[in-house]
């Protein structure tokens, strides 16, 4: 409440809902802010995180491709990816073994 800047609010959804895992996802410098907060409470050990980067400009702006753990080559692909997420939660919720791959179709 009250943050005005996306790391602020990322610092305080992050202090107070004490998440096991985040995933940030974003294309600007103030998503590169919030990735540096992300980084650092995840070397305390308290969270699991991923920062992931969208190539969603001409290119990717240097601070987001230094904060980032990944980049994704378009917001076409970043939808893929939230979808994969979203199958592979429903089958981890149904006992299936998130550490093996899921054979893509042919």
Do not use: M
Not at 57 to 64: G, L, Q, R
Request: negative net charge.
């Amino acid at each position: 409440p009250g943050a005005t800047e996306k790391r602020d609010a990322v610092t305080w959804l992050l202090r107070e809902r004490r998440p096991a895992v985040a995933i940030l996802i974003g294309d600007d410098l103030s998503d590169a802010l919030a990735f540096a907060v992300l980084r650092d409470v995840r070397a305390t050990g308290s969270l699991e995180g991923l920062a992931v980067g969208v190539h969603a400009f001409a290119e990717v702006p240097a601070k987001v491709a230094e904060t980032a753990d990944a980049i994704l080559d378009s917001p076409l692909e970043t939808a893929r990816f939230l979808a994969a997420l979203d199958r592979a939660l429903r089958d981890s919720s149904s006992g299936a073994d998130l550490g093996r791959p899921t054979p893509r179709p042919a």
